[in-house]
């Protein structure tokens, strides 16, 4: 699918699925604008691609995400990648684990949309792609209830704003990945002191007896920045989790 002429802003490009998206919707021609906190690593994007424009970025700053916006101009792709994974279940998560989550996971999106989306309603025109996750609405996983309660919320926003912007060329779609082989992933599973124990517990709950690769998901990404007849869906691209 070309993308040629397309300016798209991906955050959490630095690592995993950002990172693999940013390159893929470079190669299909997208005018790439990656963003993350991580600035060494996007220095590392920058050089794989040369064509991509790197920004530091905070998503929890609404400065800075209008800041960046304002200097990039004219928006026609958003994709919401940042995300964070908090363990535990409901008796042990505190108050302040779910304002971190809620902020990350969420109010992040919340910001950037509302920093780009004026000017596509301007030009009639715009794609949203939030990233959720299978642990969601759509399947409960132990340890895991903040993240899967926000990443809940992320298919209710994105459905929200695809009722509210249906008719004016917005859409916004939601996708749902299962365990992604990442940085981030192999951080969490060193964490548990026993990372092989740990990858195969992760393993053996994907039925295809794999973990997923950011490319994969990339491919997902760049089908849904060009797809003009699709809004409000949720994809889940998750090895047969949900089967």
Known sequence: MSLQGKVVLVTAA????????????????ATVHATDIDEDALQVVRAQQSSITIHRMNVRDRNEIDAVVKGIGAVDILFNCAGYVQNGTVLQATEEDFDVAFDLNVKSMLRTVQAVLPGMLERGDG???????????????INRCSYGTTKAAV??????????FVTQGIRCNAICPGTVQSPSLDQRLAATG??????????????????????EIADLVVYLAGARYTTGSVYAIDGGMLI
């Open 155 to 164: 298919i209710g926003l994105t459905k929200s704003i695809a009722a509210d």
């Open 127 to 141: 794609s949203i792609i939030n990233v959720a996750s299978v642990v969601s609405s759509l399947k409960g996983v």
């Open 14 to 29: 630095a690592h995993g699925i950002g990172k693999a998206s940013a390159l893929a919707l470079a190669r299909a021609g």
């Open 194 to 215: 026993d990372y092989d124990a740990a990858m195969k517990a992760f393993v053996a709950r994907q039925p295809m007896g794999r973990l997923g690769t950011p490319d």
